[in-house]
């Protein structure tokens, strides 16, 4: 059985950073392109960043391009998201999205965790 679990979650302020890991377990982690997702209150989940089997190929929402950066360790079948110059607009609820595809996985792949909160204060 797949699980993802994520954490690294809190309250920063505004300007600040934070790292969110996700912990696979249950298949071969190179199997997987690994992204992450965000829902704030009120909002639809929103895509934020993805990555490659390898990791040598990130892709990024318009909205943390330049402040977010997704990695991989593939030794630790854990996949990260380092958070810089957050802003208040990026407090929501962060999940981990696994697929085989990279391709489908910037729509939402087929497992997901159970989700971080993030809060930035102003």
């Known amino acids: 059985q797949v699980q993802l679990v994520e954490s690294g979650g809190g309250l920063v302020q505004a300007g600040g950073s934070l790292t969110l890991s996700c912990a696979v377990s249950g298949r071969t982690f190179t199997d997987f392109a690994m992204a992450w997702f965000r829902q704030a209150p009120g909002n639809e989940r929103e895509f934020v960043a993805a990555i490659n089997w390898t990791g040598d190929k990130a892709y990024y929402a318009d909205s943390v391009l330049g402040r977010f950066t997704i990695s991989r360790d593939n030794a630790k079948n854990t996949v990260y998201l380092q958070m810089d110059s957050l802003r208040p607009e990026d407090t929501a609820d962060y999940y981990c999205?696994?697929?085989?595809?990279?391709?489908?996985?910037?729509?939402?792949?087929?497992?997901w965790g159970e989700g971080t909160q993030v809060i930035v204060s102003s």
């Open positions: 999205n696994a697929d085989l595809s990279y391709g489908m996985i910037v729509t939402g792949g087929f497992y």
